[in-house]
Structure formats: structure tokens, C-alpha cells
T-cell receptor
């Protein structure tokens, strides 16, 4: 049973436009959520996180929104740049200090 | 570079051989995690340490796998009698966990790519 789901395997966006990556979760015990970016042959790089006590967190071009009632979070990247092309993973933990549970990732392609 | 480091970056071995990977976490981090990632999947948790204590193991961690963190600093992951199904990227992550902080951000190393022939 997959507890963290990223239902879009891939997404293409034009440079300068907004990229929206979605993630759904099923475990109501999850209270800390993270987004990681991964290039081929490298480890995941931490991007941004959000605690369940918030519904939005912003860091530069990256904003994460959390809708606890829908068990849904999204990552917005604006404006999108070609260097943002990578696989993005959504991850969650319970009580904020247990091993992360990852989704399968969404491959973002930003087209110049 | 003060990030998480892993060695080797690539390992090719024959089925039945033993392999050992090393992870050096960010120096002040007390928690260290091992994950495995196969093609098309997200990283899957294997085991984690708080200081030198191994606190949790996944059911993915068969008895052929063993991990240690002898002095609460670096960690090793050994796979005995490797099988072709062990081929994957093995990722190490570290974090600074405290009882009072419920937002434990894990930082990953570059991974070790294992190929079992």
C-alpha cells in the first residue's frame, strides 16, 4: 500500500511559466512533508519542507502548499527555469522524526 | 565540502560476493539513515541510527544485510552473498534530530550504485 503518491510520472512546462507538482498521502499520522529534487546519478537534494501546523511555506521560487483535510500537498515553482529539470520526490514522516516515506517521483522538464 | 559523503560511488560485483559501503554524515548530525532506490521508485527506507544505536530496521533489510555505526560517526552497510536483485542505488542520509524538534530534515549523500552481475 503506497502511503505517498505522486500520480503524474512526468510534467513539461515552458520556461518562465509555473510548474505545479502534486502529492497525495494516506497516512493521517504524517506531520512533516518534504520535497527533494534529484538529478541522474546523484542523491536527492532537499528543496523545501512544511510542517502540518502550516498550510504554506515559501522559499524563493519554491512554495509548498498543504491541504490536510484533502491529504494533499503541492510544490509550485515560479518562474520555471531549464535548470529545474529533474525528478522531484515528495516525502513524509510521522511525528517529524521517523524514516521518510517517498513517492515515486515526477519528472519535470522545463522547455526553453 | 561538509555534506554527506559515500564511498564508493559505483560498485560492480559478481553474484555471491560480499560488498561494503561507507557513509560519512554531516559532522554534527546524530541520525544516520540508509535507503535503497531502484529504477522508477522513490528511495525506500532500510535502517537508521541515532548516534551508535540502530533504532529501526525495515523488512527490506534481509539477514544478508548488516549495518553498523560504531562510534556514532561514519556508518557501513554490508551485503553478504549478493544477489542480482540487490542491484540498486544505496543512499545515505543524515539529520540533526532532537526530542524537541519534530521537523527532522534529512540530507542525502550522492549514493553508491551497486550492480550485481
Amino acid at each position: 500500500d503506497q502511503q505517498v503518491k505522486q500520480n503524474s510520472p512526468s510534467l513539461s512546462v515552458q520556461e518562465g511559466r509555473i510548474s505545479i507538482l502534486n502529492c497525495d498521502y494516506t497516512n493521517s499520522m504524517f506531520d512533516y512533508f518534504l520535497w527533494y529534487k534529484k538529478y541522474p546519478a546523484e542523491g536527492p537534494t532537499f528543496l523545501i519542507s512544511i510542517s502540518s501546523i502550516k498550510d504554506k511555506n515559501e522559499d524563493g521560487r519554491f512554495t509548498v502548499f498543504l491541504n490536510k483535510s484533502a491529504k494533499h500537498l503541492s510544490l509550485h515553482i515560479v518562474p520555471s527555469q531549464p535548470g529545474d529539470s529533474a525528478v522531484y520526490f515528495c516525502a513524509a514522516s510521522a511525528r517529524g522524526n521517523t524514516p521518510l516515506v517517498f513517492g515515486k517521483g515526477t519528472r519535470l522538464s522545463v522547455i526553453a | 565540502d561538509t555534506g554527506v559523503s559515500q564511498d564508493p560511488r559505483h560498485k560492480i560485483t559478481k553474484r555471491g560476493q560480499n560488498v561494503t559501503f561507507r557513509c560519512d554524515p554531516i559532522s554534527e548530525h546524530n541520525r544516520l539513515y540508509w535507503y535503497r532506490q531502484t529504477l522508477g521508485q522513490g528511495p525506500e527506507f532500510l535502517t537508521y541510527f541515532q548516534n551508535e544505536a540502530q533504532l529501526e530496521k525495515s523488512r527490506l533489510l534481509s539477514d544478508r544485510f548488516s549495518a553498523e555505526r560504531p562510534k556514532g560517526s561514519f556508518s557501513t552497510l554490508e551485503i553478504q552473498r549478493t544477489e542480482q536483485g540487490d542491484s540498486a542505488m544505496y543512499l545515505c542520509a543524515s539529520s540533526l534530530g532532537t526530542l524537541f524538534l519534530n521537523t527532522d530534515t534529512q540530507y542525502f549523500g550522492p549514493g553508491t550504485r551497486l550492480t550485481v552481475l
